[in-house]
């Protein structure tokens, strides 16, 4: 049985991340991208589904954890009846492997610790091959099956039922080094590399870039641990930005609302590029834009709303039938459907972080502007569609108002970007057709009878994204229709505090069963009381929010408040990217 959402941590290498329980289990791995096959899969079933456990032997054993000063070294110390070790797990930056080191390090006494290791390819389908490899070094053993293979290097390992297990003690000062490589099956297992050294520079390169900028205000570390979450779920090498670092975590335990988040959204990546603008990280910015021009070259017609790490676009969702799920929450899902979604939003998500970019001093380039001008050229042919929204609706689409006022962003955008910047482009054509679609927002995405902006055209329905409204400015964050809207919106979908997304007892999404509270709107919540002067409701929300974090600062993408726990993938950009700006809110907020 899984752990519950929580009691995960990560490690990562900026190509892929490893779920770390409490319990010393890696239960969560994909090699060597994010969204490879699990060759560790007990996250969504139990140990028979691939796991590999380094642990004491004493079972009274009680464990603290925390990742080394502003990295993703996760040091867990264990205390025992005998003495105290610590299990350090890192998956090493820049050495061009796919690999996990866990060293395991005497404090204090004698110690005696567990391996247990059980490798399973493919998501749980492919029990590889292992045999004894003496040839490669030591204790090494070798797995294969198909296209993968693993040497893992370290106490000798002796097999049972398919699983392999060893024994070791540990000493005051002594170190035993435990090390895990991918490598393609038709490839030779290759050679060992010195695992000081490869500790001493992930070290650095984390430290490094997290020193790049400052996130003052009383909300430091939260802010620091979420930027460099949203730096480990961008790939190194493409720039691509997965949503998350798992598939098929349960939006409600139990439910079948379980999506493969391990893909680049185009609107989860240009908010994540805003959020770290915030600070700084203008190479962060340049490097995602170069994704986004690979990925969506071509007709603008064909543009998705979601790609593969390295701008794939055939991204077909299945059932895995060989993983029962969380705690048994079916399906478990690979691929994503809603990559053949329309969705309007993401021009202005698009556009909106392009924007920043330029006015941080990003230059554009050959390819950056004509490739924005072609995506508003599409939407002059196609801004009056309706679309399956920010949410991913799988019922009718419908003229959602938060897409249409993120259309009427990607029009200001461009009239910026010409009248501003001296870019070339129709800018009195873009014009007219903002101002049409304020005027259309303003009559049909309205309602007077409560002041509020509603869900889609023809609902009285309201939903968390109205919230952006203010803070793309369509309208002021202190505007009469905005504070009722912001009324409405308490009074519909607030839930023990906190914001659901929208009522999906409306029928709207098209899916049964519900959900619990969204992290990310509640966030958005924040910023909204922040900017329009609530700001000692905007500081007890944001305090109850950050506590929400687990103890080594993550977030997933929902939270069940009655239950006490997380839900949904995890760790969830999206949560992250909205604490980012929430707490740069309530940093500029003006004070009584």
């Not at 720039?239 to 079948?256: C, H, K, N, R, Y």
């Amino acid at each position: 049985m899984a752990l519950p959402i929580e009691d995960y941590a990560i490690i990562g290498d900026c190509h892929s991340a490893a779920l770390v329980g409490r319990t010393g289990s890696i239960d969560w791995l994909c090699m060597p991208r994010f969204d490879s096959a699990s060759m560790f899969g007990a996250l969504l079933g139990n140990e028979e589904h691939g796991r590999w456990r380094v642990a004491p032997v004493d079972q009274d054993a009680r464990p603290t954890r925390a990742y080394l000063d502003d990295t993703f070294i996760l040091v867990t110390r264990w205390e025992t009846a005998t003495g105290v070790a610590e299990v350090i797990d890192v998956m090493p930056h820049g050495d061009r492997r796919a690999q996990v080191i866990r060293r395991v390090r005497g404090v204090s006494g004698t110690v005696e610790m567990r391996q247990e290791l059980a490798v399973r390819f493919g998501y749980a389908d492919a029990l590889p091959w292992m045999r004894q490899a003496p040839e490669h070094g030591g204790n090494a053993i070798v797995g294969v099956a198909g296209p993968d293979a693993v040497i893992v290097r370290g106490p000798a390992l002796t097999a049972t039922n398919h699983h392999h297990e060893s024994v070791f003690t540990v000493t005051e000062d002594e170190t035993v080094d435990i090390v895990l490589t991918w490598f393609p099956s038709h490839h030779r297992p290759p050679e060992p590399l010195d695992v000081d050294r490869q500790i001493e520079a992930t070290a650095a390169w984390w430290r490094d870039w997290a020193h790049e900028s400052d996130a003052p205000g009383p909300y430091h570390d939260a802010v620091k641990r979420s930027l460099l979450v949203l730096r480990a779920l961008t790939h190194e090498d493409t720039g691509g930005i997965v949503a998350a670092a798992t598939t098929s975590l349960p939006e409600q335990f139990g439910g079948s609302r379980n999506w493969d988040y391990r893909y680049t959204w185009i609107r989860d990546a240009s908010l994540t590029l805003s959020a770290l603008m915030i600070y700084g990280y203008e190479d962060e910015a340049g490097h995602w834009r170069r994704w986004l021009l690979r990925a969506i070259a071509g007709d603008p017609a064909d543009i998705q709303i979601m790609y593969g790490l390295s701008g794939e676009r055939y991204l077909p969702e299945y059932e895995v039938l060989s993983l029962p799920g969380y705690n048994g929450a079916s399906p478990v899902r690979v691929g994503n459907g809603a990559a053949t979604q329309y969705q309007g939003d993401i021009f202005g998500e698009l556009m909106i972080s392009l924007r920043e970019a330029r006015r941080i001093g990003v230059d554009e380039d050959a390819y950056s502007w004509p490739l924005q001008r072609a995506l508003l050229g599409f939407l002059e042919d196609n801004w009056d569609r309706p679309d399956n929204g920010i949410w991913e609706i799988r019922g009718p689409q419908q003229h959602f108002t938060h897409s249409r006022a993120m259309i009427w962003a990607a029009f200001a955008c461009g009239v910026e970007a010409v009248r501003e910047y001296g870019l070339d482009g129709p800018a009195d054509r873009w014009a007219e057709l903002r101002d049409r679609i304020r005027e259309e927002i303003e009559t049909e995405g309205f309602d007077a009878s409560r002041n509020t902006f509603v869900q889609y055209y023809g609902t009285t329905e309201v939903d968390a994204s109205l919230l952006l409204l203010s803070q793309i400015g369509f309208v002021d964050a202190d505007d009469p229709r905005m504070l009722g809207t912001v009324a409405a919106i308490e009074h519909d979908l607030l839930q023990d505090g906190l914001l659901l997304r929208y009522r999906t007892s409306s029928g709207v999404d098209g899916l049964a069963g519900g959900e619990h509270p969204f992290l990310a709107c509640s966030f958005w919540l924040v910023q909204q009381y922040a900017k329009s002067g609530r700001v000692p409701d905007a500081t007890a929300l944001m305090d109850r929010l950050v506590g929400f974090s687990n103890d080594v600062g993550l977030l997933s993408e929902e939270y069940d408040v009655a239950g006490g726990r997380q839900a949904g993938n995890t760790p969830q950009a999206f949560s992250h990217l909205a604490l980012v700006r929430a707490a740069d809110a309530l940093a500029r907020a003006p004070r009584a």
